[in-house]
């Protein structure tokens, strides 16, 4: 049976895939990519539950400007 946070980190990491190529490019000395990876899931499920708090959905995007994304089917 799989690992909860490995599945966790796999699920998000998926969903972050062009971030993670572009630090990987970036071929950053020094850090921590574990460390960086963790911080960058947790961004991403900050803002997954910010959306899911918002009063009406797409809230911060219209507040911002932008038009609400269509719901996946």
């Known amino acids: ?3 909860p946070r490995d ?20 071929r950053l000395e020094g850090v921590d990519l574990e460390l960086l990876g963790w911080l960058l899931r947790a961004a991403y499920g ?10 009406r959905r797409g809230q911060l995007c219209l507040d911002l400007g ?8």
């Open 1 to 3: 049976m799989a690992d």
């Open 7 to 26: 599945t966790l980190a796999t699920t998000i990491d998926l969903r972050l895939a062009d971030i993670w190529a572009d630090v990987f490019e970036a």
């Open 46 to 55: 900050q803002g997954y539950t910010d959306a899911l708090r918002e009063t």
């Open 66 to 73: 932008y038009s609400v994304p269509e719901q996946a089917a």
